[in-house]
């Protein structure tokens, strides 16, 4: 669909864009959403970029300000990572209608893009840029199956929007070449992915292919986040309140706090059984240390050595008598 005066990039596709706003409201005012989320999985690279028509180029070497418009091949042989950017931009001009529509159908709504973790992989394969996407959602979502650098990459790139990672628990039900994970190592997955993106929860790939193992790490971990959930919901870490020796990793050892009260989570996701000792720096007075489950009480003033199997998770909460 076109207006009459294609003087430029933004005037050939206004119709087209002001329908689709208002065809949305309508669907949405129609249906009792909690949220919108946009899938945004469209490759904008040299085998699968949308449009390479004149109007295209011309929109693009204008934002890219080159000398001229390139040709089609030129765009990929030249000009190749500007091509991925402008994609990107229109992408996210994209999103800021949906946006609106989502906004003026029901602004308690929050409209959401999930898409691959902030690497140049994403921008091309994905045509994601969070740095520029943020601008136009209220929560970001990726995934999946990301280690702490990429998740904590991804929210300096969203810059305070809320995020939420994704986790994988096999991609096709009884594919035999990824064979289901062990149960607990599942579980220090998904308590290791609530951590890494500060309190946000996690994605699952996806209902068909869960088991009972599947159900009871999610259900472990959601039971540990509703029972501390003050903890999650105000998210500040500071794991240099304990000593651990031998030394743990961001990936073994974390320490949330909540004014005078801690909560220290171990892990071991290990091939091999460890003994770690536990040291708690600036106890507060009259303070005791519970652990999480058995409710075994312990002196947090003393060492504390712990016997980890391969699997296990430790949860101790530091809170006053």
Known sequence: MSSSRPTNG??????ARDASKAWFIEKIRANPYDMIDWDHEFPVDRISSVCLCPRCRKAFAA?????RVPTPKEVFDKHEKQWVAFRCHLNVRMAKVLRDACKAANPAIPFTVYSGYQTPRTHSTYGVDWAEMREAIDWAIAGYSGNRPIVQRTMRALDGVPFTTGWMYVEKRFKAERPYPDPKAWRINLLRAVLNDEGMGFLIWYMPVLDGAGYWGIGWVAALVADFEDFFTTFRRDDALVEADPELDAGSLAVLTKGNERLIIVMNAGRAARDVT???????????????????????????????????????HLKPR
């Open 63 to 67: 934002r890219a300000k080159l000398p």
């Open 278 to 316: 536990l040291r708690l720096k600036s106890v507060p007075p009259s303070a005791r240390l519970v652990a999480y489950e058995s409710g075994k009480r312990y002196d947090p003033r003393k060492p504390l050595s712990l016997k980890l199997r391969t699997g296990d998770v430790r949860v101790l």
């Open 10 to 15: 933004e005037t050939n596709v206004a119709p």
